[in-house]
């Protein structure tokens, strides 16, 4: 049975969704104003894992990630470049889809976007403020936390005293200053009628309505990075609470951050790497490889050195996979059957809180026996077992191979049995210049 750290909890626990065979998942998107960084990948990544693998166990999933396409930082990018936002929310929402078919995940079944649906988020906050646990200021609209019997229950965090280093708005217009904004009063740049005025909706109020929206009820899991958990992801809770008296969902994850060189990855650094240019240099299965080797909920501390270290790595693998593929191309062995111990070794590491560096190890035990098996029909079965679980991690390569390379490659071993070694020098060159060689 699949078991998963549930972040609501802080336990690993027996994952049993709200419907038999059924999973409704929701990860908190990007926000469309410029181009994603290495460190917005590893979410994009390790949830498409998450779908193809409980899609493996027989699950019909569906998969949401919002589009945040109404912000601040949208206005100020539409200002700096003199256009509307809807044309910078356009351009890098499909940037961001780009980028997500490029590192190897599927786009979600859903992207749904903020603007979408500011009328219900509107009617929400409207409904929040009747239940009493919000109120309007000169400014906007502010949740009450202290309305919220276990507010802080994803984070931790203690009321009393918030953590260091979170920021607490003193605007002397909140009763609390730990209550959020859950409706902007403002004019400037996309704006909506209200009865609180012209503005927009709050972020954490977004994901929220989204939510109540599209499920309608309490889903199965909800995802985004260990930075969201506080304060988005715990105001999403409280807001949840308030109006539909559950947490949103039955189980949180969230995946650990990408340092570089042991500091966090930020624009005032200068220590962002983008996607788009690390994919000029690398194969992106390569960095997708880097990412999943590393266990979910664990920091990874990224540098050129770690990503080279993955490249070389990721060659080893293509390279074994490649020599096998050609081999059984040439037996015309069918590749039907997989070897269900290893698919049970593989089941079992996965169920434990998405163990993935540990199924590595079991792909580089496979892939060194692949390397002595002589025997082709057992090799076929070796190299679908591989395959079954690298296209569910996202990483198994595609090969297509052309009758001529077939051809070549039995002229070269004929050559070289006749011990025709000039001929055999020429063919090898020419297949090496291939990559079959």
């Not at 290495?38 to 894992?49: E, K, L, Q, S, T």
């Not at 997500?100 to 786009?107: E, F, I």
């Not at 969230?254 to 966090?264: C, I, Y």
């Not at 293509?318 to 593989?346: C, G, P, W, Y």
């Amino acid at each position: 049975m699949l078991k998963i750290y549930n972040t609501l909890t802080n336990q690993i626990e027996a994952f049993k969704p709200h419907q038999d065979k059924k999973v409704n998942m929701y990860v908190c998107g990007p926000t469309v104003y410029g181009d994603i960084h290495i460190g917005n990948a590893r979410p994009v990544i390790f949830f498409d894992v998450v779908k193809r693998y409980l899609t493996y166990l027989g699950y019909k999933v569906k998969f949401v990630s919002n589009i945040t396409d109404v912000d601040d930082k949208i206005i100020d990018k539409a200002k700096q470049l003199k256009v509307s936002e809807k044309e910078i929310t356009d351009m890098y929402t499909k940037k961001f889809m780009d980028m997500t078919l490029l590192l190897g995940s599927v786009v979600p079944d859903e992207l749904p976007k903020a603007t979408d649906f500011v009328p219900s988020m509107i009617e929400y906050i409207d409904d929040l403020v009747k239940l009493g646990v919000a109120y309007q200021t000169p400014s906007g609209v502010y949740f009450r936390v202290n309305k919220v019997d276990d507010y802080g229950i994803l984070s931790k965090q203690n009321l009393e005293a918030l953590d260091e280093g979170v920021r607490v708005d003193l605007d002397q217009e909140k009763e609390d200053p730990r209550d959020f904004s859950i409706w902007k009063n403002t004019e400037d740049g996309l704006n909506y009628d209200s009865p609180w005025g012209k503005g927009r909706p709050g972020w954490h109020t977004e994901c929220a309505v989204m939510n109540h929206e599209i499920f309608g009820h309490e889903i199965d899991i909800h995802g985004g990075g260990s930075d969201l958990k506080f304060p988005h992801h715990e105001n999403e809770i409280a807001q949840t609470v308030a109006h539909d008296h559950h947490h949103l969902s039955k189980y949180w994850m969230h995946v650990g951050r990408l340092d570089v060189n042991q500091e966090k990855m930020s624009k005032s650094l200068g220590n962002i790497t983008l996607v788009k240019d690390l994919l000029d240099v690398y194969d992106p299965y390569a960095f997708r490889l880097l990412t999943v080797n590393h266990h979910y909920r664990q920091p990874i501390n990224y540098s050129e050195d770690l990503m080279v270290q993955f490249a070389k790595e990721y060659d080893k693998i293509k390279r074994t996979l490649k020599k096998a593929f050609l081999m059984l191309n040439l037996e015309h062995i069918k590749l039907n059957e997989v070897d269900h111990d290893i698919m049970t070794t593989f089941e079992n590491i996965m169920n434990d809180d998405f163990n993935i560096p540990n199924v590595m190890t079991l792909i580089y035990d496979v892939l060194k026996q692949m390397n002595k098996e002589k025997n082709n029909e057992r090799l076929g079965v070796l190299y679908k077992s591989v395959e079954k679980i690298l296209d569910i991690l996202g990483i198994m390569p595609l090969f297509t191979i052309e009758d001529e390379v077939l051809v070549m490659y039995r002229d070269w071993e004929q050559a070289r049995n006749q011990r025709d070694f000039q001929l055999a020098d020429h063919l090898r060159d020419e297949l090496s210049k291939r990559g079959w060689m």
